[in-house]
């Protein structure tokens, strides 16, 4: 469908034979909300994508990780790069995945057709076989699984640098 920003994504994935679950639901910004907006007991993944970059804005890194981490970005972005990291801008987030804040997404890797973009994945994403994405829009969740997603990155040219996630302790 021409409207659909996930059009171009659907027939990507058709081509490879990557099947998916899909759930329609009203815009969601936080994980939270993207909790209430899935059926519960999935069994997948329930990830959030951050969009880093480093201090000078020359590397950028797409996170994938559990929603209920809280990550540590300061010990993060020391194990990984070497220095302090930031979350990118919407600009940015445009011109390399191709999605507005709220939509980010593994699959929005498919638009990084330079590989500028550097995946890391929370080993404890990595070890579930059933992930939850956006289709590039945070109006529906698709369930892949993990083999399909490692189809859908070989395909992109990006592979999965599977990384231990720093976890900030919660207050109180």
Wanted: one cysteine or more; glycine letters at 8%.
């Amino acid at each position: 469908m021409a409207s659909d920003p996930a059009g171009g994504l659907y027939v990507l994935l058709e081509r490879l034979g990557v099947g998916y679950e899909r759930y329609d639901h009203e815009a969601v910004y936080t994980c939270d909300e993207a909790e209430r907006a899935v059926p519960a007991g999935l069994g997948a993944a329930h990830t959030k994508n951050l969009f880093l970059r480093d201090h000078k804005g020359r590397r950028h890194w797409l996170l994938v990780t559990l929603c209920a981490k809280q990550v540590d970005l300061r010990a993060f972005g020391e194990r990984v790069a070497g220095e302090r990291v930031s979350f990118a801008s919407p600009e940015r987030l445009a011109k390399y995945l191709g999605v507005t804040p709220g939509s980010v997404t593994i699959l929005g890797l498919m638009n990084d057709r330079e590989r500028a973009v550097e995946l890391l994945v929370d080993e404890d994403v990595w070890a579930m076989d059933r992930w939850q994405a956006h289709p590039l829009t945070n109006t529906a969740t698709l369930i892949l699984h993990r083999p399909d997603v490692e189809r859908f990155l070989a395909e992109t040219g990006h592979s999965a640098r599977v990384v231990t996630v720093p976890s900030r302790i919660a207050d109180g």
